[in-house]
């Protein structure tokens, strides 16, 4: 399978996936507006996420597909399947501990990413909602460890399809379940905490059946003996070892999340709310963009380090840094043009206000101001992995914390929230800056002539593309069109098709050549 055909497979189920997100959360905001129990729910929801990113996708992933990649080119598929078995046994028990821990301590958790929060009853409720949620983490650090298995077996559409299972089941706990427990004179709210759980239940379920087909269930060891021999694993050790400073360097970023949470519990109530609403809208991009790349190119680079073929490698990282401008640029053009037109259109119903929208618009022009970083460090970073290079992603991580915090000491004091988002966006920029000096130096990539003349082409529809869509935002009133629903929704989808006809229309009078770039 081409990179181009993986890559738009996982960009396609990735988009199911976000579009049935985005469902979900303009549920959410019609249904609860953004108040104080929904920033208790934000907040109990990113708690566990937080340990997710630090058991699957985050250091765990890092470390596991490039050795896992390494493993199956250089030692076969029989020593990498007693691998597998022992990784998953591993990961098991260290979960089970976790979660254990974390439902004990919950509170201290929830006072350490908000202690901010004024209403005794919104802590407590987030209290509540993290004891409930925490298992969460461990059904979806297995799924990450499946996820693992399959890309590097070049089967990446379950996977990439997966949290599309999570959307499903809270949309279907806010419109069923959380009326009745109105009914009942409960808060709502812990809905969405029961979809959660079984969103994770769910997610590892279908993952399972495919793994088995493939011969690659792993089986987890129960016995003390089978404990032992899973830790002292050659392989277990090496991913172990990864793990610590991926570890730091996930943890880095996940500390930085923590602290600007912290910072907006003392804001603005809603001001969590506003942040996580404009966060998804973000998501967009860099989950269709860079996650799908960097799902595809890690395992992949990795094979090319093992089999000791430099050329591909770098051609690799080329084609995907060329992909990341192409497509990010008018991303980021369109959230810094067009913000409100997008948030009004897509959340202004229900019990979200006309401020709400603005507020949020805000936030997501401070995110849109580093998509092309954010989206570039999911390319860039894997270039390391594949290397089995975790120290000098984490290096310049730990660098960047200090810059955003910064930042936010300059920024949060004159645009509050939004301080918060733009400094995250400004370090994206840092950091991904950071990494492709980093590989150009070490000569591990090596641009491809002509992108001089590229990025000029890229530039030149991106200003186009600006114009057009700053002129869109101007000419309507998008919150005062709340009224006819209907007709923003269809001004909406004639700005937007009109935004792609302008920029490839742009591109393509320039003389780039899209389809030979996309299957170089």
């Known amino acids: 399978m081409s990179l181009l055909k993986s890559a738009s497979t996982v960009s ?4 199911a996936s976000r579009v049935t997100g985005l469902a979900r959360d303009l549920i959410m905001a019609s249904m609860f507006g ?4 929904t920033d208790a729910f934000n907040v109990a929801f990113r708690i566990p996420n937080l340990f997710r990113r630090l058991f699957a996708e985050g250091a765990f992933s890092q470390a596991f597909v490039p ?59 987030a209290v509540l909602m993290t004891r409930w949620m925490f298992p969460y983490i461990g059904f979806m650090s297995m799924v990450a460890l499946c996820a693992g298995v399959l890309n590097t077996w070049k089967q990446f559409a379950v996977p990439a399809v997966t949290p599309v299972l999570l959307n499903v089941c809270m949309i279907g706990a806010a419109l069923l379940l959380a009326p009745w427990l109105d009914r009942q004179g409960i808060e709502p709210i812990y809905a969405m905490a029961a979809g959660v759980v079984l969103g994770g239940v769910l997610q590892l379920g279908v993952q399972l059946p495919v793994l088995k087909k493939l011969g690659l269930l792993p089986r987890i060891g129960l016995t003390p003996s089978a404990i032992k021999a899973a830790w002292s694993d050659g392989g277990v050790r090496r991913i172990l070892s990864l ?3 991926a570890l730091l360097g996930v943890g880095v970023a996940q500390v930085s999340l923590m602290i600007n949470t912290q910072i907006a519990s003392y804001l603005t109530p809603g001001s969590v709310t506003w942040l996580f609403y404009a966060d998804r809208l973000m998501e967009f991009p860099t989950a269709l963009l860079g996650v799908a790349l960097g799902v595809v190119l890690t395992p992949q680079l990795a094979s090319a380090k093992a089999a000791g073929d430099a050329q591909r490698y770098s051609d690799m990282l080329d084609w995907g840094l060329r992909l990341v401008v192409l497509l990010a640029v008018p991303c980021a053009v369109g959230l810094l043009a ?9 959340f202004h119903r229900g019990a979200l206000q006309s401020s709400d929208v603005s507020k949020i618009a805000l936030a997501l022009v401070g995110y849109g101001a580093g998509l092309v970083g954010l989206v570039a460090i999911k390319v860039l970073a894997p270039g390391y992995f594949a290397s089995q290079d975790m120290r000098t992603p984490v290096k310049i991580a730990v660098a960047v914390l200090v810059l955003t915090q910064i930042m936010n000491a300059v920024l ?20 991904a800056v950071w990494l492709l000096v980093g590989l150009l130096r070490r000569g591990a990539y090596k641009p491809v002539v002509g992108w001089g003349k590229y990025l000029l082409q890229v530039a030149a529809a991106a200003m186009l593309l ?10 309507w009133d998008w919150k005062a069109l709340q009224a006819h629903e209907w007709q923003r929704i269809g001004l909406m989808t004639l700005m937007l098709a009109g935004s792609a006809a302008i920029y490839f229309g742009a591109l393509w009078a320039s003389g780039l ?8």
């Open 243 to 245: 793990m610590l400073p």
């Open 12 to 15: 396609l189920m990735t988009l």
């Open 466 to 475: 600006g114009a057009f869509l700053g002129w869109g935002a101007h000419q």
């Open 513 to 520: 050549k899209l389809r030979s770039l996309l299957r170089r």
């Open 34 to 37: 953004a108040n104080a129990l």
């Open 412 to 431: 949060v004091p004159w645009i509050a929230h939004a301080g918060l988002a733009l400094s995250i966006g400004l370090g994206a920029l840092v950091n």
């Open 338 to 346: 067009f913000a409100e037109p997008l948030v009004a259109t897509l």
């Open 67 to 125: 050795v896992l990649a390494t493993t199956k080119t250089q030692e076969g598929e029989e020593r990498t399947r007693a691998l597998i078995g022992n990784v998953a046994t591993v990961l098991f028990w260290v979960l089970l501990l976790t979660c254990v821990v974390g439902v004990a301590g919950a509170p201290v958790l929830v006072w350490l990413l908000a202690s901010g929060f004024e209403s005794g009853h919104a802590q407590e409720a």
